[in-house]
Nanobody
Framework: QVQLVESGGGLVQAGASLRLSCAAS????????MAWFRQPPGKERDFLAA????????YYADSVKGRFTISRDYGKSTVYLQMNSLKPEDTAVYFC???????????????WGQGTQVIVSS
């Protein structure tokens, strides 16, 4: 089992930056690929970014490429999502997930956090 706890969400104005954190505990963090997804109000969950278990590969959705950066700290067993130039359409609940391989589909990830709310005002 892997337990994931997100933090760092909040209410910000358009153009601001936020860094989300996802702390992992349980099984070896370094063996899992990690990803971030988000679910806007009334919409389906969307893939945002993923990082391989080595940290050597990353992948981003086109909608956030160039604005969001995923990274991981093995010493802290934490994965981060740096979000810059936030827009009102970035408003959503943000989830981190752990899985065996780098993937964009939620079904490929077996472990999920509870989510953290991000609200971007115009």
């Amino acid at each position: 089992q892997v337990q994931l706890v997100e933090s760092g969400g909040g209410l910000v104005q358009a153009g601001a930056s936020l860094r989300l954190s996802c702390a992992a505990s349980g099984r070896t963090f370094s063996r899992y690929a990690m990803a971030w997804f988000r679910q806007p109000p009334g919409k389906e969950r969307d893939f945002l970014a993923a990082i391989s278990w080595t940290g050597g590969s990353t992948y981003y959705a086109d909608s956030v490429k160039g604005r969001f950066t995923i990274s991981r700290d093995y010493g802290k067993s934490t994965v981060y999502l740096q979000m810059n130039s936030l827009k009102p359409e970035d408003t959503a609940v943000y989830f981190c997930a752990a899985g065996r391989g780098l993937a964009t589909k939620g079904d490929e990830y077996g472990y999920w956090g509870q989510g953290t709310q991000v609200i971007v005002s115009s």
